[in-house]
Structures are given as C-alpha cells and as structure tokens.
C-alpha cells in the first residue's frame, strides 16, 4: 500500500483503541510508513525481512531505554503497515525467517481498491474525530 494509506490507518487504529499523548501518535504514524525502507535499500528484498513482525519488534527495541511506551508505539505502528500489507494481493511474510506468506488480500497497491480503502479510513477516522471533539 501507499505511505498514505498506512499513515491514516495507523491513525485510525491508534485513535480508536488508545487515549495516549500526541507523541505516541506522531511514533504510531513514523513507524507505520517504516517498513517500506527496504525499497530504498539495495539488494534487499521488498516485502522481505523488513515487512516481517520479526524486523519491527527487534527495531523497536531501540526505543525501550527512552520510553516504554514510544517503543510499544513503534511496534504497534509497524505492525499496523503489516497488516495493511496483508490485506494486499501481493501479500506478506509476517513471520520471517518462516516460509508463511499471507495470501488473503483483496487490494492492489496503487489501485482503484486501494483508493477506495483510504477513502473509507478517511471517513472512519474523520467520524472518530468528530465523536472525540464533540464529546
Ligand atoms: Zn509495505
């Protein structure tokens, strides 16, 4: 999926199930567009290591000396950019080094079906938005 696509579906995920501050977003939203590096990496493959559960826990490992809970925002962010993967027809190997590729997607990167999935989270996370301030 498209960067955007990842950071409003990490936006919406992270609204809907915690009430932290803007940091811990601003973390959710950076590592959900984190795993898509690997396309600027040579001789790696993309959709490889990098779009695995493996590659985002190690990485958030980083953040434990700082702060506890940056770290579990980069996980849960980076998890969120591998769910939004799986849901495409390329799919993923969320559980590199082991052979399991997803194979359940239903939207092209780039396509008309992504567009409409980013049109739907807009609107989901515009009404979250709404219930929040309204409230
Ligand atoms: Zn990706």
Known sequence: MKLFTHILLALLLGICLFKEN???????MMASIIPDIDIHI?????RG??????????????????SLSLSLAFLLGYCFHLLADSLTKHG?????????????????????SEQVFAYLIFA????????IVIA
């Open 49 to 66: 290591i990098f779009h695995s559960v493996t590659a985002g826990f190690l990485s958030s490992l980083i953040f434990i000396p700082f």
């Open 124 to 131: 989901l996370l515009v009404v979250k938005v709404l219930s």
């Open 92 to 112: 993923i190997r969320p559980f590199w080094p082991h052979p399991y590729k997803t194979n359940f997607g239903f939207i092209t990167t780039g396509g008309v």
């Open 22 to 28: 803007v940091l811990f977003f601003a973390f959710l």
């Open 42 to 46: 040579p001789f790696v493959a993309h």
